[in-house]
């Protein structure tokens, strides 16, 4: 029994070479960037036969628990944020006869699953045998609807293979706080629960219930409806709502059952039980009059839009093609599209890293979105001015005077890290936000963002900054120094002058001043009570801004005295010992000259301008060897230095490494979720890498380096409002204007105008 297929976008249960259950949970999890559903046994519920990780998360949606320390020192963290694990939609109970899926072990085999990236559907086939020998084949369709986010579509077959019975189906979603699997002992894992209150609102024509928070004190509403042979709404016997159906099953005869849900927004507690009649309505309204198939209809058209404009054409390899789409594919799913949410790092396929939203959003996976998709791209970054207010809060509480200071990672705007050396003393955040806001700008000119609120942002991370760092002298000049912070290495922490960092800020401050006439005597300006003395204070900080160099190998330092540390041949170390964060005290790190990921480099990726390529060459040849990658967002920055510097083979190894980190599952943990931010980096690889696009250009530029493994690379963009597209060849890049005004672009070196009278050109280089 096979799935018919079109495979360039389809996510095959036989072509993974992992068929361990909590990974594919993750792999053929569906999601929206509102809800994510983990691909899950269907029978699961709360039988403590099955081991599994179900769970269903609304973005946004978290509990607080109280953060165990030892030691608990001024200004820790209080509380931990964790993304909810709520019951999952999947769920379904089956009778057969007397045997009952709830308590007795049914025997789950997975025949097929497919997931059809073009539409968004998972199509999986599960056989099922009774413990008294009755075999039933269960076929589930399911989708997280893109074009309306709070609907998830469900729909089981059940197909008697050996016997004729009485069969009942049950969809009670009764459980909160599900029993999932034991967890690792993974510093990277998180997976506290929250702490889950579940009502059953009566009075409704299909089940409908409120589910709380005790200490975040949020709420959302969940309704959903179903339709199939003899379906009846009902209460159980322990007064819950949902939906049944007893038949008299036939050998070989399939029966359907579909269900929709409608999984509500996040909303403080008492809106959420003061309005839940209205807001029922509202997610009532999205179900009604419809079906499964409208519905998974009308988000498959989102789906085509996306590719349209969001898909990279390979001609060349189609395992990397189709690795990539998968990258995007998840991207999508995970981006939060409401203006309130962000994306986590682990997306909305697991529960790693608690749901937290880290720096991954802003420097690896916005990009993307930025230009394919500005829209969102702005939604993306609301969330961060959501959160400004916060993070003003943060920097007042910190003992700062103003200023804002963001959390490392956080899904409210607070500091949630309980390690701060790896955590809290990441202040390059506020810079890589900043750094992102200027790209949205850049690429877009949407000023409305900018004035109302961008500038602000990038203003108040840039008094934080003033405030942490200081002047002091440097052979002899005077030097504005950003000491005891931790970049973005994560095996180096609490350094002074971390050469990323200070790179950062002073790009930071740059924009203060880039646009501060635009707002002299302006509300904004007012308002944030920017004086030209700051201004000048924050110009002069700019311009002595220490960046670390080795003056005798001509290479920058990832901080000051880094030539001074330990030397480790990473050689020489077991292969058992990596990730090294798991094997070794994390001093034995922080006193070596050892990387867990892409730092000085990204550096280098980010500000591809002002320094040669041999440079950089140095730079790499330093770093490179050092580097452990331990982190998932490392191998793709580390392949776009490799191609700007002409190592070819060696940048498309780290490509190719990094694209497959979840379809592969290199780093053994997408059991608890995808890796967002290197998903996203893997569009980087493409983009700044093969392409050649050199970020922070005056004009858009471009200076293709076409790996040899392909022929051919199509992608398009948006730039300035208008949409191009580009295929590149070996020695030619053709370019089309699709829409808008066209405006000037450079491709390997070479300038050229492409308007509606002369929207198509070929680039020989
Ligand atoms: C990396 C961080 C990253 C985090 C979340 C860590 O392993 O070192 O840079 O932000 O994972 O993806």
Same mark, same amino acid.
């Given at each position: ?22 990974y ?22 709360? !039988? ?19 953060i165990q320390y030892g ?5 820790y963290p209080?509380?931990d944020?964790v ?95 599900? =029993?999932?699997?034991?967890t690792v002992s993974d510093v990277r894992v998180n997976e506290a ?15 409908? +219930? ?87 209809? =009308? ?35 995970? $981006? ?8 986590p790092a682990k997306?909305?396929?697991g529960s790693g890293y608690g749901g937290h /939203?880290f720096w991954d959003?802003?420097i690896f ?43 490392w990672r ?5 500091e949630a890290s309980a390690y701060w050396p790896a955590g809290t003393a990441q202040i390059h955040i ?24 961008? +500038? ?29 912070v931790t970049g973005p290495d994560e095996y180096s922490a609490v350094v002074? !002058?971390n /050469?990323f960092t !200070? ?38 900080? $700019?311009?002595?801004? +220490? ?11 990832q901080y000051?005295?880094f030539?001074?540390m330990n030397k480790i041949d990473l050689a020489k170390i077991d292969n058992n010992d990596f990730p090294l964060l798991l094997h070794y005290h994390p001093l034995m790190l922080y006193r070596s000259q050892v990387n867990k990921q892409a730092d000085t480099i990204l ?20 770093y490179e060897p050092i580097t452990t990658h331990d982190s998932s967002l490392s191998q793709a920055v580390f ?12 940048? /498309?190894?780290f490509?190719?490494q990094a694209?497959?980190t979840d379809?592969q599952n290199s780093h053994h943990n997408t059991a608890n979720g995808i890796h967002a931010g290197s998903?996203?980096a ?14 922070? $250009? ?12 392909? !022929? ?54």
């Amino acid at each position: 029994m096979r799935i018919e297929q079109r495979p360039e976008f389809q996510i095959h249960l036989q072509n993974l070479k992992s068929k361990e259950q909590l990974y594919l949970e993750t792999i053929f999890s569906v999601a929206n960037g509102h809800i994510g559903v983990r691909d899950s046994n269907p029978l699961q519920g709360n !039988n403590p036969n099955y081991m599994g990780t179900p769970g269903l998360f609304i973005n946004g949606f978290y509990d607080y628990y109280q953060i165990q320390y030892g030691e608990k020192y001024t200004g820790y963290p209080v509380n931990d944020q964790v993304i909810n694990r709520l019951c999952d939609p999947r769920y379904i109970q089956i009778k057969i006869g007397e045997e009952d899926s709830a308590v007795d072990y049914f025997k789950v085999e997975t025949v097929d699953k497919n997931l059809d990236m073009q539409t968004g559907l998972l199509h999986e086939i599960y056989s099922v045998t009774t413990p008294q020998g009755k075999i039933f084949n269960l076929i589930v369709e399911s989708f997280a609807s893109v074009e309306s986010v709070n609907v998830y579509g469900i729909k089981y077959g059940v197909v008697p293979i050996n016997f004729d019975d009485e069969v009942e189906i049950i969809k009670v979603h009764s459980y909160i706080n599900q =029993a999932t699997s034991a967890t690792v002992s993974d510093v990277r894992v998180n997976e506290a629960q929250g702490h889950l209150q579940l009502d059953f609102l009566d009075g409704y024509e299909q089940p409908s +219930y409120l589910v709380t928070t005790y200490k975040s004190q949020q709420g959302s509403l969940v309704t959903f409806n179903g339709d199939g042979p003899k379906l009846s709404y009902f209460k159980d016997e322990s007064n819950h709502w949902g939906y049944h159906a007893k038949y008299q099953a036939k050998k070989g005869t399939q029966k359907e059952f579909e269900f929709l849900f409608s999984i509500g927004d996040v909303y403080p507690l008492v809106n959420a039980r003061m309005y839940a009649d209205q807001y029922l309505v509202k997610l009532n309204e999205d179900i009604k009059n419809t079906s499964f198939k409208s519905e998974l209809m =009308a988000s498959a058209q989102v789906w085509q839009t996306f590719w349209l404009h969001s898909d990279v054409e390979i001609d060349g390899d189609p395992q990397v093609q189709l690795s990539l789409r998968f990258n995007f594919f998840e991207l999508y799913q995970s $981006a939060g599209k409401d203006s309130h949410t962000s994306i986590p790092a682990k997306g909305l396929s697991g529960s790693g890293y608690g749901g937290h /939203y880290f720096w991954d959003t802003e420097i690896f996976m916005l990009p993307f979105f930025i230009y394919t998709n500005p829209e969102l791209a702005k939604k993306i970054l609301m969330y961060r001015y959501e959160t400004l207010k916060n993070s003003q809060q943060q920097a007042t509480q910190f003992g700062f005077k103003g200023g804002a200071m963001y959390a490392w990672r956080t899904i409210n705007g607070y500091e949630a890290s309980a390690y701060w050396p790896a955590g809290t003393a990441q202040i390059h955040i506020n810079a890589d936000i900043a750094y992102a806001i200027e790209q949205y700008y850049e690429v877009t000119k949407d000023d409305d963002f900018l004035n109302d609120y961008g +500038y602000e942002i990038i203003v108040e991370t840039a008094r934080f900054y003033m405030e942490w760092g200081n002047f002091a002298e440097i052979d002899g000049k005077r030097r504005f120094v950003i000491n005891r912070v931790t970049g973005p290495d994560e095996y180096s922490a609490v350094v002074d !002058n971390n /050469y990323f960092t !200070n790179k950062m800020v002073k790009f930071n401050f740059r924009m203060v001043q880039k646009y501060a006439k635009r707002f002299e005597h302006t509300d904004l300006s007012n308002r944030l009570g920017l004086s030209p003395e700051e201004l000048e204070r924050i110009q002069e900080a $700019a311009d002595s801004m +220490y960046l670390p160099f080795d003056e005798d190998n001509k290479i920058k330092l990832q901080y000051q005295n880094f030539d001074q540390m330990n030397k480790i041949d990473l050689a020489k170390i077991d292969n058992n010992d990596f990730p090294l964060l798991l094997h070794y005290h994390p001093l034995m790190l922080y006193r070596s000259q050892v990387n867990k990921q892409a730092d000085t480099i990204l550096a280098d990726v980010l500000f591809p301008q002002g320094y040669s390529d041999d440079e950089l060459k140095r730079d790499f040849d330093f770093y490179e060897p050092i580097t452990t990658h331990d982190s998932s967002l490392s191998q793709a920055v580390f392949a776009i230095a490799a191609a700007r510097v002409g190592k070819n083979a060696q940048s /498309y190894s780290f490509f190719t490494q990094a694209i497959e980190t979840d379809i592969q599952n290199s780093h053994h943990n997408t059991a608890n979720g995808i890796h967002a931010g290197s998903l996203g980096a893997a569009w980087e690889g493409v983009f700044y890498g093969f392409a050649g696009v050199v970020n922070n $250009a005056e004009i858009f530029s471009m200076d293709p380096k076409l790996p040899a493994q392909w !022929n051919s690379v199509k992608f398009r963009i948006f730039l300035y409002g208008s949409e191009y597209i580009f295929a590149i060849y070996e020695h030619e890049v053709h370019v089309s204007l699709l829409s808008g005004k066209g405006s000037t672009i450079k491709i390997a070196g070479a300038k050229c105008e492409l308007d509606s009278e002369s929207p198509d050109q070929v680039i020989k280089y």
